[in-house]
C-alpha cells in the first residue's frame, strides 16, 4: 500500500521559516516525480513546487520562487520544502504527491497518482 505521510507544519510568525517533510513507502518511487500543492480555505489546491526523481529539474509557483526550495533523499523516499521568508498567504494545508514521469514535472492536480493527508502550516502576522 503506497503512503505519503507529511511532516513539518505548524505556526510560524511572518518571516519565519519551515521545512516540510513528505516520507513515501509502498511501492519503489524510481522516476517518480514528487510535487508539493496547497489549498487555503474556499480556494482550489495549487501546484506549489516539484521535483524529478533525478532532481535535475525543479519547478516553483511563482509567488514562492525565492522563497522555497524542494529536495528530495531518494535513498530515504522523502521530499522536501524548505520555506523561508514565510507570508500569511502562505498559510494552508500542504500536500505532497507523486506520479511517473522520468522528464517533466506535472502542475496539475489531476496529473497525479498518490497523495499525502496533509500538513497544515499557518503563518500568523
Known amino acids: 500500500q503506497v503512503q505519503l505521510v507529511e511532516s513539518g507544519g505548524g505556526l510560524v510568525q511572518a518571516g519565519g521559516s519551515l521545512r516540510l517533510s513528505c516520507a513515501a513507502s509502498?511501492?519503489?518511487?524510481?522516476?517518480?516525480?514528487m510535487g508539493w500543492f496547497r489549498q487555503a480555505p474556499g480556494k482550489e489546491r495549487e501546484f506549489v513546487a516539484g521535483?524529478?526523481?533525478?532532481?535535475?529539474?525543479?519547478s516553483y509557483t511563482d509567488s514562492v520562487k525565492g522563497r522555497f526550495t524542494i529536495s528530495r533523499d531518494n535513498a530515504d523516499n522523502t521530499v522536501y520544502l524548505q520555506m523561508n521568508s514565510l507570508k500569511p498567504e502562505d498559510t494552508a494545508v500542504y500536500y505532497c504527491?507523486?506520479?511517473?514521469?522520468?522528464?517533466?514535472?506535472?502542475?496539475?492536480?489531476?496529473?497525479?497518482?498518490?497523495w499525502g493527508r496533509g500538513t497544515q502550516v499557518t503563518v500568523s502576522s
Open positions: 504527491a507523486a506520479r511517473w514521469s522520468i522528464a517533466k514535472i506535472i502542475i496539475p492536480t489531476s496529473g497525479y497518482t498518490y
Open positions: 509502498g511501492r519503489t518511487f524510481t522516476n517518480y516525480a
Open positions: 521535483i524529478l526523481w533525478s532532481a535535475t529539474q525543479t
